[in-house]
């Protein structure tokens, strides 16, 4: 219980350090006539401000990922972090870009969300949706794939793989990864970079050496290292940057 307590007073000074009130809130979001369970957190003003939609990774929606979409709206972006796993484990794509659209339509039924600057963040399988998802839909003015799976595809399910659509990628992408991922090794993530150099896209690749998959969070928590703060300001400064 202590611990649990020294926690959540960490994450409200975090929070508060950040300069914004939050209020966070679990939601549904109606998507193939199905209501997925999601988590919602918005900077406490009502004046339109940019957005973002978290696709969380295959651990499903641990704290650790609450935690940073409260992190995400104490920096001011009203933040949805989608739970693609409600109904099933390993969803379809078409299944998944399905939500996506229908998250994006329940963030344009609120006043405080600005349509014009909304952004994807997606981990692990979250960040394979963000590197296929952020080419086919030209809504997302910037997207942050962490330690994803540019060449995994080929299945009924998965029919295509997300270096197939760099061709069609106009928003910026971060990507955030590390030297020591074995499910997602680092030699397949520089050849997608050069891929995207090749084709002339603007993107950013931040290498973290000696990190493994899934280098965010420990225990379902955020980690407290060094890897994992300064990937998260990575993520809010390319936010603020392109999302306006």
Same mark, same amino acid.
């Given at each position: 219980m202590l611990k649990h307590t020294l926690t959540l007073a960490a994450l409200a000074l975090s929070t508060a350090a950040l300069g914004q009130a939050v209020r966070g809130t679990d939601v549904n979001v109606t998507s193939g006539g199905r209501a997925y369970k999601s988590y919602l957190a918005a900077p406490a003003s009502a004046t339109p401000k940019p957005a973002v939609i978290l696709l969380h990774s295959f651990r499903g929606l641990e704290q650790g990922y609450r935690d940073l979409v409260d992190e995400l709206a104490a920096a001011g972006f009203v933040t949805l972090a989608l739970g693609w796993q409600t109904f099933e484990q390993e969803p379809s794509d078409a299944t998944? =870009?399905?939500?996506?659209?229908?998250?994006? =339509?329940? /963030?344009? $039924? !609120?006043?405080?969300?600005?349509?014009?600057?909304?952004?994807? $963040?997606?981990?692990?399988?979250?960040? #394979?949706?963000?590197?296929?998802?952020?080419? *086919?839909? =030209? *809504?997302?003015?910037?997207?942050?794939?962490?330690?994803g799976f540019?060449? *995994?595809?080929?299945?009924?399910? =998965?029919p295509q793989a997300p270096s197939a659509y760099i061709g069609q990628l106009t928003a910026p992408l971060l990507i955030i990864h590390g030297t020591r991922d074995q499910p997602s090794p680092i030699a397949g993530i520089y050849a997608y970079a050069q891929k995207l150099d090749a084709a002339n896209k603007v993107f950013k690749l931040s290498v973290y050496q000696g990190e493994p998959h899934s280098f965010l969070l420990k225990d379902s928590r955020i980690?407290?290292?060094?890897?994992?703060?300064?990937? !998260? #300001?990575?993520? /809010?400064?390319?936010? #603020?940057?392109? /999302?306006r």
């Open positions: 998944v =870009k399905a939500l996506v659209e229908d998250g994006l =339509k329940f /963030l344009g $039924t !609120r006043r405080d969300v600005n349509m014009n600057a909304v952004g994807l $963040t997606g981990f692990c399988a979250g960040g #394979r949706y963000t590197m296929l998802l952020l080419p *086919q839909m =030209k *809504q997302f003015k910037a997207g942050v794939a962490w330690y540019p060449d *995994q595809g080929g299945t009924a399910a =998965k980690a407290d290292t060094f890897a994992s703060r300064d990937a !998260r #300001r990575d993520m /809010l400064n390319y936010f #603020r940057e392109y /999302l």
